[in-house]
């Protein structure tokens, strides 16, 4: 977010709603993670059935565990995403374009 001050500015200046900007930075950040978590969880499928021997107590398709880790991951990445969205909707426009 710090690297985008001026963009996030920019828009600002010509229009976009503190709604709009918090949207956008979500997104970004959310988009990232969603790419993330499938890539993982089809890894994880693959891994899982060589794993199994080394589980213990679990199953490889454990329905708590592919439903939590993921849940608590997406929890983790929007309250991350949602603080710098927050900041960003806080920038003075006629500022942001001198600020590097």
Request: no cysteine.
């Amino acid at each position: 977010m710090t690297q985008r001050t001026q963009e996030i500015g920019i828009r600002m200046a010509i229009g976009a709603s503190t709604g709009a900007v918090v949207r956008f930075i979500f997104v970004e950040g959310m988009r990232v993670t969603v790419v993330g978590l499938t890539l993982g969880l089809a890894l994880s499928a693959v891994a899982a059935k060589s794993l199994s021997s080394q589980l213990y107590g679990v199953t490889p398709w454990d329905p708590a565990t592919w439903l939590t880790a993921p849940a608590v991951l997406l929890a983790v990445a929007a309250l991350a995403s949602v603080i710098p969205a927050l900041r960003a909707s806080g920038i003075d426009p006629l500022r942001a374009p001198r600020q590097v």
